[in-house]
């Protein structure tokens, strides 16, 4: 195992509850990366927050209920240092990867290899999974490349900044969920006004930024994940639509007045002392950062934890690449997971992640690999990392365009839409995972 994030962690707890022996090899702290903090395993980089949590009508909130009927390591230990975020699954980013880290040292069947891998694993590492993630070594990338051949792809990711509770002036701001979701409070909330949105329009976008690198200049953003600054570029109005939206929230101290826009911070840490500015991933220079930032109402004080960063992410042209059990077709002994493989978002790389494990264990252990149904969030993302279009291919998110369509129900005409939908996908999903995990326990039992 090749990559201690989200997706080798998850791999290789997968590997060892199937009784085979695993060496996770991760190169931090021996070399860190232009985004990780710290040498933990399965650090969050960027938001802490694991985005919704509802199975019923959102297809990441269903992914996180497949993955914890199907043992996931990582939606376990999510769940135990989870942190109030309405709707969302938010996690203590230090409790949570201590947690990871512990469970798999603990584990007799796991060695922790903290040496980097810098180039292609050698011949008689019989089977590996390459977990490297989005900021994958140079000497590593540049070896996979001259394996198959492929340039890549690659995009910008980016880190939002994270402020002290105690520095916000909460005569202004105050606490709310957005149309009161979850417990109803899990958000800090400052309001603009129309002057004062305006202003903050304008410093954002003459605000100096960090230079490209010579080697990033022509690398796409992910727009899943873009720098506040490049939403404002697309309009004057865009941010205030977006990521600023003042819907489903009511100011406590000017009740009848309706902001033009809100910016909300999330908790980041366990003792709520750390919040994050939701949406304000930026590559601003961090003086920029600093003083465009404090002209929000309720943050003119604000005194920042972390500051954001931009970093490129890089991926492999999936589809072209793997076969579908996450193999690469030029060497099938080397299996790839996570966000290398061009999945996007912490609980999709882990998802993928635990996919690879298992049919890794299948393969260790000779035995025949049933793939997880397109009906499910799983097999859905499966399905668009190894048969999508190879010259389209860019990261997505599990979302539910990526599952098959739904039939009429018998005596309807058309099938369900809406949020009608949304459920009866959900429903089909548990139900064909459901029979998935049943067959696969049988198949497991019998070899």
Same mark, same amino acid.
């Given at each position: 195992?090749?990559?201690?994030?989200?997706?080798?962690?998850?791999?290789?707890?997968?590997?060892?509850?199937?009784?085979?022996?695993?060496?996770?090899?991760?190169?931090?702290?021996?070399?860190?990366?232009?985004?990780?903090?710290?040498?933990?395993?399965?650090?969050?980089?960027?938001?802490?927050?694991?985005?919704?949590?509802?199975?019923?009508?959102?297809?990441?909130?269903?992914?996180?209920?497949?993955?914890?009927?199907?043992?996931?390591?990582?939606?376990?230990?999510?769940?135990?240092?989870?942190?109030?975020?309405?709707?969302?699954?938010?996690?203590?980013?230090?409790?949570?990867?201590?947690?990871?880290?512990?469970?798999?040292?603990?584990?007799?069947?796991?060695?922790?290899?903290?040496?980097?891998?810098?180039?292609?694993?050698?011949?008689?590492?019989?089977?590996?999974?390459?977990?490297?993630?989005?900021?994958?070594?140079?000497?590593?990338?540049?070896?996979?490349?001259?394996?198959?051949?492929?340039?890549?792809?690659?995009?910008?990711?980016?880190?939002?900044?994270?402020?002290?509770?105690?520095?916000?002036?909460?005569? !202004? %701001?105050?606490? #709310?969920? $957005?149309? *009161?979701?979850?417990? +109803?409070?899990? =958000?800090?909330?400052?309001?603009?006004?129309?002057?004062?949105?305006?202003?903050?329009?304008?410093?954002?976008?003459?605000?100096?930024?960090?230079?490209?690198?010579?080697?990033?200049?022509?690398?796409?953003?992910?727009?899943?994940?873009?720098?506040?600054?490049?939403?404002?570029?697309?309009?004057?109005?865009?941010?205030?639509?977006?990521?600023?939206?003042?819907?489903?929230?009511?100011?406590?101290?000017?009740?009848?007045?309706?902001? !033009? %826009?809100?910016? #909300?911070? $999330?908790? *980041?840490?366990?003792? +709520?002392?750390? =919040?994050?500015?939701?949406?304000?991933?930026?590559?601003?220079?961090?003086?920029?950062?600093?003083?465009?930032?404090?002209?929000?109402?309720?943050?003119?004080?604000?005194?920042?934890?972390?500051?954001?960063?931009?970093?490129?992410?890089?991926?492999?042209?999936?589809?072209?690449?793997?076969?579908?059990?996450?193999?690469?077709?030029?060497?099938?002994?080397?299996?790839?997971?996570?966000?290398?493989?061009?999945?996007?978002?912490?609980?999709?790389?882990?998802?993928?992640?635990?996919?690879?494990?298992?049919?890794?264990?299948?393969?260790?252990?000779?035995?025949?690999?049933?793939?997880?149904?397109?009906?499910?969030?799983?097999?859905?993302?499966?399905?668009?990392?190894?048969?999508?279009?190879?010259?389209?291919?860019?990261?997505?998110?599990?979302?539910?365009?990526?599952?098959?369509?739904?039939?009429?129900?018998?005596?309807?005409?058309?099938?369900?839409?809406?949020?009608?939908?949304?459920?009866?996908?959900?429903?089909?999903?548990?139900?064909?995972?459901?029979?998935?995990?049943?067959?696969?326990?049988?198949?497991?039992?019998?070899?």
């Amino acid at each position: 195992m090749v990559g201690g994030g989200l997706a080798g962690s998850e791999a290789a707890w997968q590997l060892a509850q199937a009784g085979i022996p695993v060496i996770l090899h991760e190169m931090r702290p021996e070399r860190g990366t232009d985004a990780h903090q710290t040498d933990g395993l399965a650090e969050l980089v960027c938001s802490n927050s694991f985005r919704s949590d509802d199975a019923e009508f959102n297809a990441v909130g269903l992914l996180h209920e497949e993955m914890r009927r199907a043992g996931s390591l990582i939606m376990t230990m999510a769940d135990r240092h989870r942190l109030p975020a309405g709707g969302a699954l938010a996690v203590d980013r230090e409790g949570f990867s201590a947690a990871v880290q512990k469970a798999l040292e603990d584990n007799p069947l796991v060695e922790i290899d903290r040496r980097e891998v810098t180039g292609l694993p050698p011949a008689d590492w019989e089977k590996v999974i390459v977990a490297t993630g989005p900021l994958t070594s140079p000497d590593l990338a540049n070896a996979i490349r001259g394996l198959t051949g492929d340039d890549g792809l690659a995009f910008f990711d980016a880190i939002a900044p994270i402020v002290y509770k105690d520095s916000i002036d909460f005569s !202004k %701001a105050w606490f #709310q969920s $957005r149309y *009161d979701k979850g417990d +109803g409070a899990d =958000y800090i909330n400052c309001p603009l006004d129309d002057d004062q949105y305006a202003r903050f329009i304008g410093e954002l976008l003459s605000a100096e930024r960090v230079s490209f690198k010579e080697w990033e200049e022509n690398t796409p953003y992910f727009e899943g994940c873009l720098p506040i600054e490049v939403m404002a570029e697309r309009g004057p109005q865009t941010l205030a639509f977006g990521p600023m939206k003042p819907v489903g929230l009511t100011n406590p101290h000017a009740p009848d007045v309706k902001p !033009k %826009a809100i910016v #909300q911070l $999330r908790q *980041d840490n366990a003792f +709520g002392t750390l =919040y994050n500015m939701v949406g304000f991933q930026t590559k601003l220079t961090y003086g920029e950062q600093k003083r465009v930032f404090r002209t929000i109402p309720g943050l003119e004080n604000a005194e920042f934890a972390r500051l954001g960063g931009l970093h490129r992410n890089t991926f492999i042209n999936s589809p072209r690449l793997l076969d579908s059990h996450l193999r690469l077709r030029a060497d099938s002994r080397l299996r790839f997971a996570g966000q290398i493989t061009g999945c996007e978002g912490y609980v999709e790389s882990a998802a993928v992640g635990l996919l690879a494990g298992r049919f890794a264990a299948d393969d260790c252990l000779g035995r025949a690999t049933d793939l997880p149904p397109p009906t499910t969030a799983m097999g859905a993302l499966l399905g668009h990392i190894t048969t999508g279009d190879p010259e389209t291919y860019q990261p997505m998110n599990v979302n539910f365009g990526l599952f098959p369509p739904l039939s009429a129900e018998p005596g309807e005409k058309k099938p369900p839409r809406g949020r009608a939908r949304k459920a009866a996908v959900s429903t089909r999903a548990l139900r064909d995972l459901e029979l998935w995990l049943a067959k696969v326990e049988k198949i497991n039992v019998s070899s």
